[in-house]
């Protein structure tokens, strides 16, 4: 955790009701970012990734929740303790959100532009003639081509990039400091991928604005992020750079994920995958959550969970090989450059 973080998250947990019981969804998550930076949030699907962004903003309706502890400080406020209409004032204002799958995610029977406007008019003030030229504004910098035509237009008359688009400007209108981005790529074929991420990176890069990006395709990572957090079982197991992250991983949950990427040179056989199946998050994990899975399992990693080590500067992980008192050749093969082959 740092001091001259924008927004920090400090050992979140959190219980879901559901009808076969209490889902233990997040199990202390601790994540910061900071102004300027994009920060990606990785991950295999159930991770904890979405459930993180929504819990911070306060999406689960009371009833849902069985118990929720922890800490999210934003502008010297805990967004846990808010009454609704404080975080109200925060959330869509200061903290935008990009929701998953732009082809359900905009109200079908609203105009893009009444969408968009609601924003304004919700937590700007603004009078209506006034919202109508920010709209156009807005959906001009996002990169909307004729956007007096799109605005009157509804969602399905739009195709998946453009309602991205819109929905980047929606999330956009408060003016806020950070915007949560949760699979913003996901069903767009890849042409219309690198430009929502040329997008998002330039608006990163002009407004000095904080980027919180979910994700599960570590290519997009390498593409726009600058530092990486990875998840597992509602737990964040590694932190670093991307360089970090991505050519010397420490955890070996993430090294199954580089694992299975496909390789453009070398052995370009059937791909590798990670054995086993994630943990039932309907019981409670003692120790590491990874370890009925993990080929580099000692005995202590049954029964206690192991804290962020330091692997280098900037580079934490959730694993007892780094522990000083680690297996000799376990140690070893953690601490190499690159995952183990």
């Not at 040179?265 to 990874?290: K, N, T, V, Y």
Request: hydrophobic share 45%.
């Amino acid at each position: 955790m740092t001091t001259d973080a924008l927004l920090q998250i400090d050992d979140l947990r959190l219980g879901l009701r559901t009808g076969n019981g209490v889902v233990h969804a997040l199990r202390g998550v601790s994540l910061d970012v900071r102004s300027g930076e994009v920060l990606a949030v990785v991950g295999e699907s159930g991770c904890g990734k979405s459930v993180t962004m929504q819990a911070l903003l306060g999406l689960f309706a009371p009833g849902q929740i069985a118990y929720r502890t922890g800490r999210v400080l934003f502008a010297g406020q805990d967004l846990l303790r808010l009454s609704e209409p404080d975080l109200r004032r925060v959330r869509g204002a200061e903290i935008g959100m990009v929701f998953q799958d732009p082809m359900v995610a905009l109200t079908p029977t609203l105009t893009i532009g009444e969408q968009i406007g609601e924003a304004l008019l919700a937590h700007r003030k603004v009078p209506s003639r006034d919202a109508r030229r920010r709209v156009i504004t807005l959906l001009e910098q996002v990169g909307v081509p004729h956007p007096e035509i799109r605005a009157r237009q509804y969602p399905f008359q739009l195709s998946g990039g453009l309602r991205q688009r819109a929905l980047i400007a929606a999330a956009l209108a408060g003016g806020p400091k950070v915007l949560i981005a949760d699979e913003p790529t996901t069903a767009l074929d890849v042409t219309i991928q690198a430009q929502i991420l040329a997008l998002l990176r330039a608006l990163q890069r002009t407004t000095d604005l904080a980027v919180i990006l979910v994700t599960h395709d570590l290519g997009v990572v390498a593409e726009i992020a600058h530092r990486v957090a990875v998840m597992y079982a509602g737990r964040i197991v590694e932190e670093g750079t991307v360089e970090q992250i991505l050519t010397r991983p420490a955890h070996p949950y993430t090294w199954g994920l580089l694992d299975c990427l496909p390789k453009l040179a070398g052995d370009r056989g059937r791909l590798r995958s990670i054995e086993g199946q994630p943990p039932h998050l309907m019981r409670e994990i003692a120790g590491c959550a990874f370890a009925v899975r993990c080929p580099h399992a000692m005995e202590v990693c049954g029964p206690y969970a192991p804290p962020l080590f330091t692997a280098e500067d900037g580079h934490r992980s959730a694993c007892w090989l780094l522990h000083p008192s680690a297996e000799p050749v376990a140690r070893r093969t953690c601490l190499m450059a690159g995952r183990p082959g």
